[in-house]
């Protein structure tokens, strides 16, 4: 077996592992002890962004990576440990961060490097979360090394990335796993405005949203349950990832405490309005907006320069000295990866246009980086309004901040998910990034209005009061104990299997980097879809069997494989892509014999496939030369035939499998 597909941890790892935790004073647990009824011991996957070093530090919100997810994971860990539940975080180690940190008396963060500790690197680099997938199958070793010492009975994976994290650990130790995506890539594939339909949209070096959509579904599958953001979540599972989740519920995002305890505050006190960071930038009461967060293009940043712009414009006399403050990230040191390369750029790009044309002032659009939340506080109870334009967001922690703070009009995109919890003019104003001047006319309407407005602020208050930290992880905590006791009460869904969940070994990502396409091998692949493969499944409809074997081999026969795995899935055909690794694996004759055109998955050396409506499988076979693509006949027996198909030593049976057609 390919030592590369399991995740369990060698005697070293398990080691070293064990040395950082005992010399940081964490208990651990030589025998798992699986829970009955309650989840005493979380491991939390978080595999990206910047976490804190230092114990109840705060999180640089706006950093590469380190947005609301960050916040959520760090929240929702101090709310497990107040319920005396303990609880470990998997971070992603680099630079010269520790390893291990007792955050706090329950809460430890253990930071893994990308490569493992089995590669022995002396520098570990930042890998962003688009890079990661690739990292995964060294990652788990480690992390399923971390979670079988700290004792773990439950784990919940954050992202897909985190999420895979968890999958693993679960699958290694069979406990139960739920996932929380965060966000969705086959949403943000749209809302970017590049096409779902558009294979080539999917193995860009800037997203890699092929592989994402890999590493998503292999959570999502793997999972007991989905905690979502919103109820419509559910509803992009099955549209946009052509996946049925039964086993889901809806848990929006929290607000960290400091936001509820300012509502008490009557009036920013005169050292605030004198602060440094105000008087710097000139800053009025009430005469600026403001925005915070991580920058990212689906915050559509610049959509905020046109709402003040149209502002301006509309009503010069109203908004002459009025601001926009936007909080996050590092304007003046972001790295060429970073999603601020895009973002900055083209944000400047636009306030620059508005000078030129004179309906914005130099000064008029301040960029501030990551602050900590006091001060973001200090700066939302002074401003006239939140404002976001988002072109996607799976909750939005700020707008949700900003609505418990209770001291000015929260303004959002009706793209934005808390968008699902606000009642245009009654708890907050919805407006359409796309149509900027019809936004302003709205804001107007209403700022102009002191008696509706202080309405709408007051019904924001109580909209975020369901929005609290301690009840989403009590519903959190709630759900493992459940799966965990065999039941889950409320609900009329049984739980999935605590075992054969090793989805994430059939990713084809799990075995190598990110791979690329070439213009000429893009028209290959085109060719031979809509040429003898639509031809062939359009005959294989004549005959009883369901699913059809194509191989690629040659040099690139990786990258040529995923890409025609992309192409189906856009077109809507059913398809599974099998990797080299599993495909080669010796399958038992009775194992092929089990497999049949109506299952559900197959197991092949650990490694979980779907077949849930595949009609057609894919396999790369490594070879010298070039890359040919090959349909080898009719799976009639199912999986198993596959590894009949392009393995040498079962070369034979080929024929059998031609017959059947």
Same mark, same amino acid.
């Given at each position: 077996?390919?030592?590369?597909?399991?995740?369990?941890?060698?005697?070293?790892?398990?080691?070293?592992?064990?040395?950082?935790?005992?010399?940081?004073?964490?208990?651990?647990?030589?025998?798992?002890?699986?829970?009955?009824?309650?989840?005493?011991?979380?491991?939390?996957?978080?595999?990206?962004?910047?976490?804190?070093?230092?114990?109840?530090?705060?999180?640089?919100?706006?950093?590469?990576?380190?947005?609301?997810?960050?916040?959520?994971?760090?929240?929702?860990?101090?709310?497990?440990?107040?319920?005396?539940?303990?609880?470990?975080?998997?971070?992603?180690?680099?630079?010269?961060?520790?390893?291990?940190?007792?955050?706090?008396?329950?809460?430890?963060?253990?930071?893994?490097?990308?490569?493992?500790?089995?590669?022995?690197?002396?520098?570990?680099?930042?890998?962003?979360?688009?890079?990661?997938?690739?990292?995964?199958?060294?990652?788990?070793?480690?992390?399923?090394?971390?979670?079988?010492?700290?004792?773990?009975?439950?784990?919940?994976?954050?992202?897909?990335?985190?999420?895979?994290?968890?999958?693993?650990?679960?699958?290694?130790?069979?406990?139960?796993?739920?996932?929380?995506?965060?966000?969705?890539?086959?949403?943000?594939?749209?809302?970017?405005?590049?096409?779902?339909?558009?294979?080539?949209?999917?193995?860009?070096?800037?997203?890699?949203?092929?592989?994402?959509?890999?590493?998503?579904?292999?959570?999502?599958?793997?999972?007991?349950?989905?905690?979502?953001?919103?109820?419509?979540?559910?509803?992009?599972?099955?549209?946009?990832?052509?996946?049925?989740?039964?086993?889901?519920?809806?848990?929006?995002?929290?607000?960290?405490?400091?936001?509820?305890?300012?509502?008490?505050?009557?009036?920013?006190?005169?050292?605030?309005?004198?602060?440094?960071?105000?008087?710097?930038?000139?800053?009025?009461?009430?005469?600026?907006?403001?925005?915070?967060?991580?920058?990212?293009? #689906?915050?559509?940043?610049?959509?905020?320069?046109?709402?003040?712009?149209?502002?301006?414009?509309?009503?010069?006399?109203?908004?002459?000295?009025?601001?926009?403050?936007?909080?996050?990230?590092?304007?003046?040191?972001?790295?060429?990866?970073?999603?601020?390369?895009?973002?900055?750029?083209?944000?400047?790009?636009?306030?620059?246009?508005?000078?030129?044309?004179?309906?914005? #002032?130099?000064?008029?659009?301040?960029?501030?980086?990551?602050?900590?939340?006091?001060?973001?506080?200090?700066?939302?109870?002074?401003?006239?309004?939140?404002?976001?334009?988002?072109?996607?967001?799976?909750?939005?922690?700020?707008?949700?901040?900003?609505?418990?703070?209770?001291?000015?009009?929260?303004?959002?995109?009706?793209?934005?998910?808390?968008?699902?919890?606000?009642?245009?003019?009654?708890?907050?104003?919805?407006?359409?990034?796309?149509?900027?001047?019809?936004?302003?006319?709205?804001?107007?309407?209403?700022?102009?209005?002191?008696?509706?407005?202080?309405?709408?602020?007051?019904?924001?208050?109580?909209?975020?009061?369901?929005?609290?930290?301690?009840?989403?992880?009590?519903?959190?905590?709630?759900?493992?104990?459940?799966?965990?006791?065999?039941? /889950?009460?409320?609900?009329?869904?049984?739980?999935?299997?605590?075992?054969?969940?090793?989805?994430?070994?059939?990713?084809?990502?799990?075995?190598?980097?990110?791979?690329?396409?070439?213009?000429?091998?893009?028209?290959?692949?085109?060719?031979?879809?809509?040429?003898?493969?639509?031809?062939?499944?359009?005959?294989?409809?004549?005959?009883?069997?369901?699913?059809?074997?194509?191989?690629?081999?040659?040099?690139?026969?990786?990258?040529?494989?995923?890409?025609?795995?992309?192409?189906?899935?856009?077109?809507?055909?059913?398809?599974?892509?099998?990797?080299?690794?599993?495909?080669?694996?010796?399958?038992?004759?009775?194992?092929?014999?089990?497999?049949?055109?109506?299952?559900?998955?197959?197991?092949?050396?650990?490694?979980?496939?779907?077949?849930?409506?595949?009609?057609?499988?894919?396999?790369?076979?490594?070879?010298?030369?070039?890359?040919?693509?090959?349909?080898?006949?009719?799976?009639?027996?199912?999986?198993?035939?596959? /590894?009949?198909?392009? #393995?040498?030593?079962?070369?034979?049976?080929?024929?059998?499998?031609?017959?059947?057609?």
């Amino acid at each position: 077996m390919s030592n590369r597909i399991t995740p369990k941890p060698s005697d070293e790892t398990l080691a070293y592992y064990r040395q950082l935790l005992t010399d940081a004073g964490v208990p651990l647990y030589d025998k798992q002890n699986q829970a009955e009824g309650r989840v005493d011991r979380i491991v939390l996957g978080h595999t990206q962004g910047y976490v804190p070093d230092e114990p109840n530090g705060w999180v640089d919100l706006g950093l590469t990576d380190t947005g609301g997810q960050t916040a959520y994971v760090l929240e929702t860990a101090k709310e497990f440990a107040r319920d005396g539940r303990q609880v470990t975080i998997l971070a992603q180690l680099f630079g010269d961060a520790p390893p291990v940190v007792k955050w706090s008396e329950n809460v430890t963060i253990v930071r893994i490097p990308p490569a493992g500790i089995a590669a022995n690197q002396r520098e570990t680099p930042f890998v962003r979360k688009e890079d990661l997938y690739a990292h995964m199958h060294t990652m788990s070793p480690d992390a399923v090394a971390v979670a079988m010492l700290v004792g773990a009975q439950g784990t919940i994976g954050n992202y897909a990335d985190g999420g895979l994290a968890s999958l693993a650990v679960a699958e290694e130790l069979g406990i139960p796993f739920v996932f929380i995506a965060h966000s969705l890539g086959q949403e943000k594939v749209g809302k970017l405005g590049r096409s779902v339909d558009d294979p080539a949209q999917y193995h860009t070096r800037d997203f890699w949203f092929g592989h994402r959509r890999w590493a998503e579904l292999a959570a999502i599958r793997g999972a007991n349950f989905i905690a979502s953001n919103s109820p419509e979540e559910a509803t992009s599972f099955e549209e946009l990832y052509h996946v049925h989740v039964p086993n889901q519920v809806a848990m929006p995002a929290g607000v960290t405490q400091i936001y509820y305890d300012a509502q008490k505050i009557e009036d920013p006190s005169e050292a605030i309005l004198q602060s440094e960071l105000l008087s710097t930038h000139g800053l009025k009461k009430g005469k600026f907006f403001v925005s915070w967060g991580r920058v990212a293009v #689906s915050k559509n940043i610049p959509g905020q320069v046109e709402v003040l712009a149209e502002l301006k414009r509309q009503f010069p006399e109203t908004y002459r000295d009025h601001k926009l403050v936007i909080i996050g990230g590092n304007p003046k040191a972001y790295e060429d990866t970073d999603e601020e390369a895009i973002v900055e750029p083209d944000l400047q790009k636009m306030v620059q246009q508005y000078v030129a044309d004179g309906v914005l #002032s130099e000064g008029d659009v301040i960029r501030i980086g990551s602050l900590k939340h006091d001060v973001i506080v200090q700066m939302a109870a002074l401003a006239a309004a939140y404002v976001g334009t988002q072109k996607s967001e799976p909750f939005g922690m700020a707008p949700a901040e900003n609505m418990a703070l209770g001291k000015s009009l929260t303004i959002i995109s009706q793209h934005a998910g808390i968008s699902r919890w606000i009642k245009h003019g009654v708890n907050g104003l919805l407006i359409d990034p796309k149509n900027p001047a019809e936004s302003a006319r709205v804001i107007h309407g209403v700022l102009s209005h002191p008696e509706s407005l202080q309405s709408i602020v007051d019904g924001g208050v109580k909209v975020a009061a369901d929005f609290t930290w301690g009840g989403i992880a009590r519903q959190q905590a709630a759900l493992l104990d459940a799966i965990a006791g065999k039941h /889950v009460a409320g609900l009329s869904m049984e739980p999935t299997p605590l075992e054969g969940r090793g989805y994430h070994l059939s990713m084809p990502v799990w075995y190598g980097e990110n791979s690329t396409v070439t213009d000429a091998e893009k028209e290959m692949v085109t060719r031979f879809v809509d040429g003898e493969l639509l031809g062939w499944l359009a005959g294989a409809k004549e005959v009883t069997s369901e699913r059809v074997l194509v191989s690629v081999a040659g040099e690139r026969s990786k990258n040529v494989a995923d890409y025609l795995s992309t192409v189906l899935f856009t077109r809507g055909v059913g398809q599974e892509r099998i990797p080299y690794e599993v495909a080669r694996e010796s399958v038992p004759e009775d194992a092929v014999a089990l497999s049949n055109p109506s299952a559900t998955s197959h197991v092949i050396a650990g490694a979980a496939i779907n077949l849930r409506g595949a009609e057609v499988l894919i396999t790369d076979e490594p070879s010298a030369g070039a890359t040919p693509i090959a349909i080898h006949g009719d799976l009639a027996l199912g999986a198993g035939m596959l /590894v009949l198909g392009v #393995s040498p030593q079962f070369q034979p049976a080929m024929g059998r499998v031609a017959a059947v057609r």
